[in-house]
């Protein structure tokens, strides 16, 4: 299952017959309530995903494929 978001339909048929459409609620009223939700989860501080041990190794792993030999970072294709 995707869940995509656009600002215009631009699709074909063949993607039309094969999703589920839904509407967003662009309402001021909508805007006020996600705003105050997002503001209780700062006040909270917590932190959704964590940086644990194996987030951390996973960026050295990263960082390590990433790098040249001179220590550079490179674009990987």
Wanted: aromatic share 6%; glycine share 6%; hydrophobic share 40%.
């Amino acid at each position: 299952m995707w869940l995509l978001t656009s600002v215009d339909d631009a699709t074909d048929d063949q993607i039309r017959n094969r999703i589920f459409g839904f509407g967003v609620d662009e309402s001021s009223d909508q805007d006020i309530i996600i705003n105050e939700f997002e503001k209780e989860k700062v006040a909270i501080g917590e932190v959704d995903l964590p940086a644990n041990e194996d987030v951390l190794v996973c960026c050295e792993l990263i960082q390590m494929i990433k790098a040249t030999d001179d220590g550079r970072e490179r674009l990987l294709k």
